[in-house]
């Protein structure tokens, strides 16, 4: 079985293209750079040098092939690259799920995400859910979910055989994503408050992520989407866990959405001005009393996906961090440097909140 891969040099990428080739599948990765390169060969995979949005490269990659991964993507919260989202995930994914489809490649799994719902205010949905067209809480988001509705889902009904997988938040060795920031800033020390403790999503290891790819290709039916979400946990109760499995002490301020808000349109504006981090964007305040909530039944039911629980997970994710600390931060002093900018930005907050719970009660 010979399976081409975009995305294969990414956080998920590399886990399925090492899973594939496990498994026996002859691999051909996409790769636009030599580092991307060297990755996919280091795993195991054939290179395909090109670009998603390529076309000739991609008819190259995928001729002769049996199944399509598309795993690639524009992930990110709060970046100044945000132009790139669109060209990525919308055209992109047409580029590859058409292309492939002209191709008659037998099966396609395509990547898209619970994030296409939006907040679901609470509400834990399944594959069913209909999601309104915005208002969008991040670029992501709403390129996902053009990618999704407005390009899988119309080249399903023109008869593509697509498979969607819906991954949640997810976590692991090697994420450097918001969610992997934040794992490692308390490794670190480097988280003194918990902003939007009642953030809730969904916790998934990579390697389980992967393995839902597999299976979705493997047993998922075509034209079919399924969740791969772990539980839903609020990012308030997953510090408190963080706490518990390390040892380490939980921050001590915990400083409700409500509080911080108000405060995004005035970092949207300092955003073009100042190099702030990812963590304090004003899209990453934007979804902090979001609630990013799915089942994965369908996926647990009809796949036999099972995701191994959050504690086993997370710590070899600890594991991982304290072991990569010294490549993670050139200087360590330059971290430990950060804490009281942030402890003072975490209590200048509180102060504001304390001002308008007096100010709402007067």
Not at 59 to 67: L, S
Not at 75 to 94: H, M
Not at 341 to 347: C, D
Request: hydrophobic letters at 45%.
């Amino acid at each position: 079985m010979k399976a081409f891969v975009t995305g294969g040099s990414g956080f998920v990428g590399r886990h399925l293209v090492r899973k594939l080739v496990a498994r026996g599948y002859e691999v051909v990765g996409l790769a636009r750079s030599d580092q991307s390169a060297a990755i996919l060969t280091a795993a195991g995979a054939q290179v395909a040098r090109g670009d998603i949005l390529d076309v000739p490269s991609l008819r190259a990659g995928i001729t002769g092939c049996d199944i399509v991964f598309h795993v690639a993507g524009w992930y990110k919260t709060g970046s100044a690259d945000w132009l790139n989202a669109e060209p990525i995930n919308v055209n992109g994914t047409r580029n590859v799920l058409r292309t492939a489809f002209e191709l008659d490649i037998p099966k396609i799994v395509y990547t898209s995400t619970v994030a296409v719902f939006g907040d679901t205010h609470g509400e834990m949905v399944d594959e069913t859910y209909e999601p309104g067209e915005g208002p969008f809480l991040t670029e992501y988001d709403r390129t996902k979910w053009l990618a999704h509705y407005k390009v899988a889902e119309p080249l399903i009904a023109e008869g593509a055989p697509i498979v969607i997988v819906m991954p949640g938040g997810i976590y692991g060795p090697g994420d450097t994503s918001l969610l992997g920031e934040m794992m490692r800033r308390f490794v670190l020390g480097q988280m003194p408050a918990v902003p939007g403790p009642e953030l809730t999503i969904t916790w998934a290891h990579v390697d389980d992520i992967a393995d839902g790819h597999i299976l979705a290709a493997e047993k998922g039916r075509i034209g079919e989407s399924y969740i791969l979400a772990g539980p839903a946990i609020p990012m308030g109760e997953m510090v408190d866990f963080w706490s518990y499995l390390t040892g380490k002490q939980a921050p001590l301020l915990k400083v409700p959405a409500r509080a911080i808000q108000p405060l995004g349109p005035v970092v949207g504006s300092l955003e073009s001005k100042l190099p702030l981090p990812d963590l304090f964007s004003e899209e990453a305040i934007r979804m902090l009393s979001a609630t990013y909530t799915a089942r994965s039944d369908k996926a647990r039911r009809e796949l036999g996906w099972r995701p191994r629980p959050p504690q086993a997970g997370m710590l070899e994710t600890f594991e991982w961090i304290a072991t990569q600390n010294a490549a993670a931060i050139d200087d360590d002093s330059k971290g430990r440097s950060l804490a009281p900018y942030a402890l003072g930005a975490a209590l200048l907050l509180f102060l504001l909140w304390l001002l308008t719970r007096k100010r709402q009660e007067a």
